[in-house]
């Protein structure tokens, strides 16, 4: 089985690979149902502290509440993967395992508004469950002790909630080993004279290292905060990743790559056919396809790949940015003023939640009492048909008096 089909029987590709547009309409669709609890729960709140005819004039005030737009909504995001960041580098965990905590996080808020739940509340969490997931796992106590503010109950009370924001998928497939599998490749082509430029000129493996050391700096970093992963395929991102850092070496490199694929017989190499998997759920095999239809689905990838590039670079941190920072910081303030009141307290709403998957609902525990006053019922009816006690029975004469 090839790299492509392989990432095709993925969880991240049957659950959390989408289309730019399929993307768009999944963080609207959240956010506008995010948008609406908030403001009845505002009401809520302020029904049962004013009269009747306040809270009409404070309902008013509540529907014309200004709550945070999508793009408002990954700003925040993209600030709670930079505190996982934070946190993981303060723990001195893997960078895959941070990663990994990282792409959990936006997978939960694809579904949840940091409207409903802010990502302070979630981002330790995500970070403790990747450990477990990586089989890196840390005791609480010993998780929290370099961490300020952060109780066990912070820790834990969120996970079953967040595991349910992530589908109990946990698998996350990173484009970090991809890049190590295409170094060897281009060492080896470098050494075979296999790659040169447009004029002729040699690539140099003093060249290709530092490229490949400059794109795994955006594996960790940029492609953790931009929609890579929801977009690309792994073998996308990491070719995107050196396309951004050394175009040129990136072209010569793809070249000679699917120049040995479309002329090769066996033609099944997973990074390139893994470059088509979004468009296509059926593998094409290249030895298959005709001058024109091979020069096209070149193209196509070449194209693909530019476009995964154009992304990782579009990305500017708050830390580097003057007016990024404050666009953050005014989006902090807004986000204060339309945060949902009823979530609030995180370790509350899971102690709850965690009752209620216990117990039941309210209606599910009247039927169970109801259920067990019947069969109480009849259990009585049963001991009225056989007679009473054997004690009432026997009464004097059972004790031989």
Sequence with gaps: ??????????????????????????RKETNEYAAAKVRA?????????????????EATADADMETLTVEEELTIVNWGCGK?????????LPKGLIAT????????YLTNSPMTYHPKSITACTLFIATKSSHFFIKPINFIENLNGITVDDLKAPEFLVLQGLQFTLDVRHPFMGLDGGWVEIREMIEEGRLSG????????????EAVRHAKGLLRREAQMTDVYFLYTPSQIWLGALWAVDQELAEMYLEAKLGDVF?????????????????SKSATTPNSLTPQQADAMKQKILHTIQQCAEMLKSWKSPEDDKKERKELGRIGKKLM???????????????????????????????????RKLEQEMVKRDADVFGGDLREVGGKGANGA
């Design 337 to 371: 003023k339309c945060q949902d009141p009823e979530k609030a307290d995180i370790v509350a709403v899971a102690r709850t939640k965690m009752a209620e998957k216990r117990e039941g609902s309210e209606s599910e525990r009247e039927e169970k009492a109801k259920k």
């Design 1 to 26: 089985m090839i790299e492509d089909e392989l990432y095709r029987s993925s969880t991240q590709y049957r659950k959390w690979s989408f289309t730019p547009a399929q993307l768009a309409e999944q």
């Design 41 to 57: 729960a505002f009401q809520r709140a302020r029904a049962s502290t004013t009269s009747a005819k306040e809270n009409g004039d």
């Design 101 to 108: 905590a990282m792409q959990y996080l936006r997978r939960f």
């Design 198 to 209: 447009g004029r002729g000129e040699e690539v140099d493996e003093k060249r290709a290292l």
């Design 263 to 279: 002329s090769s017989s066996a033609g099944n190499n997973g990074s390139v056919e893994g470059a088509d998997a979004m468009e």
């Design 84 to 92: 996982i960041e934070e946190m993981g580098t303060a723990l001195r």
